[in-house]
C-alpha cells in the first residue's frame, strides 16, 4: 500500500484484533503477513542467533542472566540433512522472526527448539510454528511427542500443554568448577572403551537406548561419534558393557546411559574423571530430577544453575537410567 494513501477505520480496527497478530500498523501503514516456510542451510546460524537472543532476553528477564551463547550449529545441519520437514522459520520483508526444529527417532517427535525473537513475541508466531512442527509428527506416524523447556517458562507451557503435552518431571542443569570437583572425585569405577561407528557398537548402543527410553537412536550417535568436539565411550565392568557416556571438550557430560539402576552412581562418577581428562575448566550435565545422579553431583559440589522440565503426549523412558545432553537433542 502507497504510504500516502490514508487507511479506512474498519481496517484499522480489523488489524487491531486479529487473534493471531499477523499484520503489524505503522503510523499510515502496515506490513504483509508473516510467511512460514522451511528451513535453508545457508540461514541455521542465524536462526541459532535468534534463539540464544531470545534465551538470554527469556532468562535474564527471570534473574538467571544471560545463560546461552552462540555455537556451530551442527545437530541442526545434521537434522535438516536427515529430515528437513523438521526445520521453519518465520519471517517479514526478510527479517526472520522465529524459528522451530524438531526431530523424529521411531515413535519419538521430539521439539528441540521453538523461539521468537524478542519484541515480536505475542503476535501468534509461535502457535504457528508449532502447528508446523506438529504437521513433522503427524507425517513421520510419531506416537509420542516431547520437549525439554525452562520451568519458568509458563506461557510456553500453557501453549504446549493446549497442544497435549503435558509436565512430566523435572531436568536441572548442574555446574561445578574444576578445581572444586578434582577435590573431592576419586578415581572411574569402570573400564571406558572408544565407540566407534561399527556394526556391533551401533547395535549394542540401539539396545541400549531401547531399554532406556524405548527406541533407538542410531543415527545421534553416528552424529555424536563423528563429531572431533566429543568422546563417546562404552562403559563395562569386568564382563559386561552395562551403558555408554558422552562428554564434550568443554566438560559437558551427556548423553548417558545404563542398563541397570544401579550402575548409575558408578556411571556418572566415570563421566566426571572423563570430563576433568579434558581440561576442563568447568564440568556441566543435565541431570534429570529422579536420577541418583543428583546426589552424586550434590555430593561433589556441583550446584543447580537452571531449572527445567520435560514435557510429553505419553509417559516414556526410564529417566532414573538416562541423562540427556541437552534440551535440544535430549
Request: hydrophobic share 40%.
Amino acid at each position: 500500500m502507497d504510504a500516502g494513501i490514508p487507511i479506512r477505520s474498519e481496517a484499522i480496527a480489523r488489524l487491531l484484533v486479529d487473534p493471531q497478530g499477523r499484520y503489524r500498523l505503522g503510523p499510515e501503514s502496515f506490513t504483509m503477513p508473516v510467511a512460514y516456510r522451511p528451513a535453508r542451510a545457508e540461514e541455521i546460524e542465524r536462526a541459532e542467533e535468534l534463539v540464544v537472543r531470545s534465551i538470554n532476553d527469556l532468562t535474564e528477564r527471570h534473574g538467571f542472566g544471560p545463560m546461552a551463547s552462540l555455537r556451530p550449529p551442527q545437530f541442526q545441519l545434521f537434522c535438516l540433512s536427515d529430515d528437513p520437514e523438521g526445520l521453519w522459520v518465520a519471517e517479514d520483508a526478510g527479517q526472520m522472526l522465529g524459528f522451530a526444529f524438531s526431530w523424529v527417532c521411531g515413535d519419538l517427535w521430539f521439539l528441540a527448539e521453538l523461539f521468537v525473537s524478542p519484541g515480536n513475541q505475542g503476535r501468534g508466531i509461535g502457535n504457528e510454528l508449532l502447528k508446523r512442527t506438529l504437521q513433522h509428527a503427524k507425517k513421520t506416524g510419531a506416537a509420542n511427542k516431547a520437549l525439554i523447556t525452562f520451568t519458568f517458562n509458563t506461557v510456553s507451557q500453557g501453549l504446549y500443554i493446549r497442544h497435549g503435552l503435558l509436565p512430566r518431571f523435572p531436568i536441572y542443569f548442574f555446574k561445578v568448577e574444576r578445581e572444586v570437583l578434582m577435590a573431592r572425585l576419586q578415581r572411574s569405577e569402570l573400564r571406558c572403551l572408544p565407540l566407534q561407528t561399527t556394526a556391533s557398537h551401533l547395535q549394542s548402543l540401539a539396545q541400549i537406548d531401547a531399554q532406556t527410553l524405548g527406541l533407538s537412536r542410531e543415527k545421534h550417535h553416528r552424529f555424536l561419534i563423528n563429531n572431533n568436539a566429543m568422546r563417546g565411550v562404552a562403559l563395562h565392568t569386568r564382563h559386561d558393557w552395562i551403558g555408554y557416556a558422552y562428554v564434550s571438550s568443554d566438560g559437558h557430560i551427556g548423553p548417558l546411559a545404563v542398563v541397570q539402576p544401579n550402575a548409575m552412581d558408578a556411571a556418572f562418577r566415570t563421566a566426571l574423571n572423563l570430563a576433568l581428562e579434558s581440561g576442563c575448566s568447568q564440568v556441566s550435565a543435565f541431570l534429570p530430577g529422579m536420577s541418583d545422579a543428583t546426589s552424586i553431583a550434590a555430593e561433589h559440589g556441583m550446584r543447580i544453575t537452571i531449572p527445567m522440565l520435560l514435557m510429553s503426549t505419553c509417559d516414556f523412558g526410564h529417566w532414573h537410567r538416562y541423562l540427556p545432553r541437552n534440551p535440544g537433542f535430549m
